[in-house]
C-alpha cells in the first residue's frame, strides 16, 4: 500500500488549526487488521526511522526518550515524550504539541471493513503554527518553516510508512 496525500476528515482534531495561515497537512495508508490509535502511535515513535529522530532530538534540544516514556504515555501515566506532549487524545486521535509549541504531530485511525477483512486506515498529519506576522499584521508561516516544508512533505511520507510497516511487522497479529 502507497501513502496517499488525503483531505483532512471532517471530524479530525485538526480541524482547530486550519485557519490562520497555519500549514496543516494529512497523509494515510491503509494496512490489514485491526489496530488502535495507540498502537499505531507506538508503532510510529518505535520505527527504526523515527528513532533516529529521537538521537537527533536527544542531541539537538536535550530531550531523551525511552521506549518505557512511550509506553508510560500510551497508558496515561505521563504527559510528555522526548520534545512531546499530549494536546489532546481520544480513542481514535492523537495530537502531539512540541515542546516550542510551534508544530503538531497528529494521528487518527479508522477501522475499514472491506470484503478481504478488516483493515485500518492509518492518518497521519502536521500542523505548523503560523507565528510571523506579515505587514498588515496577518499570521504567516516564517521562512525557516517554508523551507522546511520542502524537506518535511517527504519527511512526513517515510515516518508514516515506517510506522505502517512497524505495525504490521511487530505488533499483535490481526
Not at 497523509?27 to 495507540?38: A, N, P, Q, T
Not at 529521537?54 to 521506549?67: A, G, N, Q, Y
Not at 487524545?89 to 477501522?111: A, E, H
Request: net charge positive.
Amino acid at each position: 500500500m502507497s501513502v496517499l496525500i488525503t483531505e483532512i476528515p471532517r471530524v479530525s482534531l485538526l480541524q482547530n488549526y486550519v485557519v490562520n495561515n497555519n500549514y496543516v497537512d494529512c497523509l494515510s495508508i491503509v494496512v490489514d487488521g485491526d489496530y488502535s490509535c495507540k498502537e499505531f502511535v507506538r508503532a510510529f515513535y518505535t520505527s527504526w526511522f523515527f528513532k533516529l529522530e529521537r538521537l537527533f532530538i536527544t542531541f539537538t534540544v536535550l530531550k531523551p526518550s525511552t521506549d518505557k516514556q512511550l509506553e508510560q504515555l500510551l497508558k496515561g501515566e505521563r504527559q510528555k515524550f522526548s520534545a512531546w506532549s499530549v494536546e489532546k487524545n481520544t480513542d481514535d486521535q492523537w495530537i502531539m504539541c512540541d515542546f516550542l509549541s510551534k508544530t503538531r504531530s497528529w494521528f487518527m485511525v479508522t477501522p475499514l471493513k472491506t470484503d478481504t477483512g478488516i483493515k485500518t486506515q492509518l492518518y497521519f498529519g502536521t500542523v505548523i503554527v503560523a507565528s510571523a506576522k506579515d505587514k498588515s499584521g496577518k499570521s504567516k508561516l516564517t521562512l525557516f518553516f517554508k523551507l522546511l516544508l520542502i524537506f518535511h512533505k517527504w519527511y512526513a511520507a517515510r515516518l508514516l510508512k515506517a510506522a505502517q510497516l512497524n505495525l504490521t511487522r511487530n505488533s499483535r497479529k490481526p
